[in-house]
């Protein structure tokens, strides 16, 4: 029983440990629309260097999990939070290398434009919403808010080919057009991954997959 209740902690840490690595990254997809119009250079520095923090965070938990499960055969809900938990601290990662991304687009170029950076800044703050929601649902078990968080990744997805389609910027200058373009593509990614989490959320609350709605 003592031993179960020693599991049952090391599960309930682990969670935590994703919490954690999640409030990090919204706190890079934060930072990473801001670099794009600093005058110096060294926050985009800053953020890029951080990507280590996050990178050794998603290890610790991929090497937790590792040990929860050769530390005692797991019960089939314990192992769906593992499961859910590898995939997620993944996603979580791969933003966090999006957001860096951006920041190294700064160290390229500063985009000022307001029609562009307004709508990347929209982006960057429709993901964070997405995941700070995401918190939310999961604490609360709220299924519905899940499904809801997903079906929001159309907005960024809409701003993205806004962003695409715009073609004013290339006469006035085609580098800078083109980073502008980059930063919107990492942009809609992280909406991808968010998705992905969310997805995974779902999986860990309901123990089925979430099949989407055919639009």
Not at 65 to 84: C, H, W
Not at 180 to 207: M, P, Q, V
């Amino acid at each position: 029983m003592v031993i179960r209740e020693k599991y049952e902690g090391e599960l309930n840490t682990l969670i935590e440990d994703l919490f954690k690595l999640g409030k990090e990254v919204y706190q890079m997809i934060e930072q990473s629309v801001t670099v794009l119009s600093d005058e110096d250079k060294t926050n985009a520095r800053n953020l890029i260097a951080y990507d280590k923090k996050i990178n050794q965070m998603e290890y610790d938990i991929n090497e937790k999990v590792v040990m929860l499960i050769t530390k005692q055969q797991p019960m089939a809900t314990d192992l769906r939070v593992m499961i859910s938990a590898l995939k997620i601290a993944s996603e979580l990662e791969r933003m966090a290398d999006n957001s860096t991304n951006i920041a190294q687009i700064r160290k390229r170029a500063i985009i000022t434009d307001y029609f562009i950076l307004m709508r990347l800044k929209t982006m960057g703050k429709l993901a964070m919403l997405m995941l700070r929601d995401l918190e939310t649902a999961v604490n609360n078990k709220d299924i519905l808010l899940i499904k809801e968080i997903i079906e929001r990744d159309d907005d960024i997805d809409d701003l993205y080919r806004e962003i695409s389609n715009t073609t004013y910027l290339i006469d006035n200058d085609p580098f800078i057009s083109g980073q502008a373009h980059l930063a919107a593509r990492y942009l809609e990614r992280i909406g991808d991954h968010i998705t992905n989490i969310s997805e995974s959320c779902y999986y860990y609350i309901t123990g089925e997959h979430y099949e989407p709605i055919e639009k």
